[in-house]
């Protein structure tokens, strides 16, 4: 059974930075390329990036480049998203996912999801 796990979110003030984590219980963690996707009340779930299994390529969401890094740790089975410069805009509850496809923007693809992390970015 897959078991996504985030971890990190909290209160920050505006401009702060926080690190998102994502621990996967499967041996196969490699194997699948991940996700963050963020959801704010009333809206729809919104890719954030993503990483392939091997890490060699990422690609991020326009409204977070230059301030979100999405990064992994294979022998950790865990995924990262550093996020710099925040703002009340990033505010949303925060999903980490897993596909065992290509790193794509859209939630469909991906075939696995965590139970999410709040983050609240205060003016």
Known sequence: QV???????????AGGSLRLSCVDSRRTFSSYAMGWFRQAPGKERE???A??????????AN?????FTISRDNAKNTVYLQMNSLKPEDTAVYYCAATNSRPSPRPSAYNYWGQGTQVTVSS
């Open 3 to 13: 078991q996504l796990v985030e971890s990190g979110g909290g209160l920050v003030q």
């Open 47 to 49: 890719f954030v990036a």
């Open 51 to 60: 990483i392939a299994g091997s890490g060699g390529s990422t690609a991020i």
């Open 63 to 67: 409204s977070v480049k230059g301030r």
